[in-house]
């Protein structure tokens, strides 16, 4: 079974390894050296989970902690979705995605927007499934990491009625 719920204080750690190892999966698909970014990388997933852990959603999947994501600065933007690898392809995500935006529409937004590496194929065909479209492609130095990255940012539109088309932006399609 499926759960959603508010993280604790207590799983910082536990979720900061999720996040670690879904963005190890990801970047070593494309051919990036994880080992050579690995300890920023864990650093920052420490620090935003350990700091940020009121704005985080956890995904429970028959008990097993799956995934988090967040809205950290509770307006319209999800900083950040992460699936561990062993609970991919089940659900969680589109789960936790949908959780974070039922929060973004009680706050009154019109739009949820996130960003994410251009490279990022698997969750950019996951946010297209759900409604979303590029709306640009961006290079951004990212601190953590030491490095420029390049990153698309997304946007849906909450209409009523209206379905999503993964076809639809044409701007980028993975």
């Known amino acids: 079974m499926l759960v959603i719920r508010p993280a604790s204080s207590a799983e910082a750690q536990d979720l900061a390894k999720i996040g670690l190892a879904a963005w190890e999966t990801v970047i070593s698909h494309w051919g990036e050296d994880a080992g050579r970014l690995r300890e920023n990388a864990r650093k920052a997933y420490y620090d935003f989970c350990t700091r940020n852990w009121p704005d985080i959603v956890v995904a429970e999947l028959d008990g097993d902690l ?27 995500g589109t789960a936790l995605l949908e959780e974070i935006e039922s929060g973004i529409r009680k706050r009154g937004y019109s739009t949820a927007r996130l960003d994410t590496h251009a ?14 479209r590029v ?7 990212s601190e953590p990491l030491d490095e420029d990255i390049d990153k698309v940012e ?21």
């Open 66 to 92: 799956a995934g988090w994501g967040s809205c950290e600065k509770a307006d319209d933007f999800i900083t950040d979705l992460w699936v561990d690898p062993a609970f991919q392809r089940r659900g969680v």
């Open 154 to 174: 997304m946007i849906k539109e909450f209409e009523p009625g209206a379905e999503p088309n993964p076809e639809e932006d044409g701007l980028y399609s993975p």
């Open 119 to 132: 490279r990022n194929h698997g969750a950019i065909r996951l946010f297209k499934r759900q409604g979303y």
């Open 135 to 141: 709306k640009t492609y961006f290079v951004s130095y």
